[in-house]
């Protein structure tokens, strides 16, 4: 890991500080021991060299919708004090009630300058954040720092699932220019802002929005050094440097990876005019990893998780190399989730099940205990799964529409759906190609044959299939959803996405994750090439 030092020479006079930045912890509370550690040695050395710090978390520190691990990321984000954070997608997982009720118990501020804070609506089990109390979460808040002043904003990401934020970055620009004109009007001139917008949106608020100083950024889990993105950690400085089109002053952006792994260290001075002192900025990305794990943050996640049980043993664990192998390529992990619904299935005639790319998190060792199917984000949602007899022609027009995101060329992050009980061959004409799928296989759960679907002419025959219930909701064709909605609004309850591999692993103690190789693969791709455009090269550029 590299260090930013534009010269290396401090600045006279002015204004020093240092921050200390992490985004997309996605509550991996492994982590949360060495990332105490790792903060608190951070403020020593900074205290030791006459340095305050100022420390920011840009979202998804919360991840799912599980209430004890919810619980523990509150006491754990009190124990770390961040100066301030911002809302992520991620924490929009929870429902209305639970996100006012965690932000009103973290002790620190919630700022959130582009998304409309009203009363939490208590109405629905819907899991989107339409608003919430304004008494939680503000629009911006002002900080002193040995006598001086900043402002700081926070911006919550234009997605799906995250209501009450407009879906159009000119918006959030004009929201990020209505404060900085608020806090030149009271005479502030050092802002920053700590944003879950992504890389992309964070370059477009750094180049439009004159007087922004600092953009905390997080939601694509990049590292960055001083010209952009770069591959990994190792090549990172943490810091990239870009100039605002109107005044050209710099402006530093920050991002830290994912999953609490690694943090930005950032030391820097402003002149007397709040412009930063490009010559003294030094700026390094933090191994937490290295770092000594906290013994009352220990104490803490034993508190709230209680006991680890092993649940089965596994052969050829898997753990996806990237999200791109985790989301878009045959996945062991992904596949022994779906098998678990397919067994629980068996008994009311499933025959095959459909399961979000989207729905299954991180990988699987040599063991699966309760924690990784609770707590360690391997299901952080804990789906419910409805039981739906569709037509094959239904079915086929579902896996076209559902896919298309991913051929066309432009959409970021899209959806794929993932199966047990039938194989899936997609080989694009070219790309926009809205019927990718070639060839649809009902198997048994051995995956052997039990008959083909003709794609280009589907029957009517109904083939009945456990569906996970949030499909219906957040895919992003809405073609896909109008499929699939009218049946699962009355479809019979399967069951849970965590209870069915309990079940499952109760049945299979000893499991084997050996990667699928050739007709047994679920998921194929008959044009690699322009597979690897239309979705490597898409997903590259913004991960959710």
Not at 3 to 15: A, E
Not at 416 to 433: F, I, M, N, Q, S
Not at 449 to 454: A, K, Q, S, Y
Request: glycine letters at 8%; one cysteine or more; hydrophobic letters at 35%.
């Amino acid at each position: 890991m590299a260090d930013l030092n534009v010269n290396g020479n401090q600045g006279n006079g002015g204004c020093k500080i240092r921050l200390f930045c992490v985004n997309d912890v996605h509550g991996n509370f492994r982590s949360y021991g060495r990332l105490t550690t790792a903060k608190d040695t951070f403020e020593r050395q900074g205290a030791q060299k006459g340095r305050k710090t100022l420390s920011f978390n840009a979202g998804d520190f919360f991840y799912g919708t599980c209430e004890k691990l919810r619980n523990l990321g509150v006491s754990v984000m009190n124990r770390l004090n961040f100066t301030a954070s911002t809302i992520g997608n991620h924490e929009c997982d929870m429902s209305k009630e639970d996100l006012a009720q965690t932000v009103e118990r973290v002790n620190s501020p919630i700022i959130s300058t582009n998304m409309d804070t009203g009363a939490v609506e208590k109405t629905s089990d819907d899991t989107s954040v339409k608003c919430t109390r304004r008494k939680s979460i503000v629009r911006s808040q002002e900080f002193m720092q040995d006598g001086h002043r900043f402002m700081i904003m926070g911006l919550a990401p234009r997605e799906a699932g995250v209501d009450g934020v407009s879906d159009k970055i000119e918006d959030s620009i004009q929201d990020v220019n209505s404060v900085i004109e608020e806090a030149r009007q009271s005479g502030i001139n050092k802002i920053i802002v700590v944003s879950h917008m992504g890389h992309e949106d964070n370059e477009k608020i750094a180049e439009n929005c004159a007087g922004v100083d600092v953009i905390v950024g997080g939601h694509t889990h990049q590292h960055l050094n001083k010209d952009g993105i770069v591959d990994s950690a190792d090549d990172a400085t943490g810091t990239q440097v870009v100039r605002n089109k109107k005044d050209g002053a710099p402006v530093l952006i920050t991002e830290a990876g994912k999953d609490g792994h690694h943090a930005v260290g950032l030391d820097l001075d402003f002149d007397e005019q709040g412009v930063i002192k490009l010559n003294s900025v030094d700026s390094h990305v933090i191994d937490v990893d290295k770092a000594e794990e906290s013994s009352d943050v220990k104490k803490l996640v034993a508190e709230n998780l209680g006991e680890e049980i092993t649940l089965a043993t596994v052969k050829h664990g898997y753990t996806a190399p990237d999200e791109w192998h985790d989301r878009y390529q045959e996945n062991p992990v992904v596949n022994l989730a779906c098998d678990s619904v397919l067994e629980a299935g068996e008994s009311q005639g499933v025959e095959a099940v459909l399961m979000s790319t989207k729905s299954i998190k991180k990988g699987i060792g040599d063991k699966i205990t309760t924690y990784n199917i609770e707590y360690d984000g391997l299901m952080p949602y804990n789906s419910k799964f409805k039981v739906v007899d569709l037509t094959e022609k239904e079915l086929v027009d579902l896996m076209n529409s559902s896919s298309e995101g991913i051929f066309d060329g432009h959409t970021v992050d899209p959806d794929l759906l993932r199966t047990a009980g039938l194989k899936v061959k997609y080989e694009p004409d070219a790309v926009g190609d809205r019927k990718p799928v070639k060839s649809l296989v009902l198997t048994d759960k051995d995956g052997k044959t039990v008959r083909e679907i003709d794609v280009n002419n589907p029957s009517d025959k109904k083939v009945k299939i456990a569906v996970e219930e949030s499909c219906a909701k957040f895919l992003g064709s809405k073609e896909a959803k109008g499929i699939l909605a009218p049946h699962i609004q009355s479809a019979p309850v399967l069951g849970k996405q965590q209870d069915m591999m309990k079940a499952y692993l109760e049945k299979h103690k000893e499991l084997d994750l050996s990667m699928a190789q050739g007709d047994d693969r679920r998921l194929s791709f008959g044009n690699t090439d322009l597979n690897m455009i239309c979705t490597n090269g898409q997903y590259g550029k913004q991960k959710a």
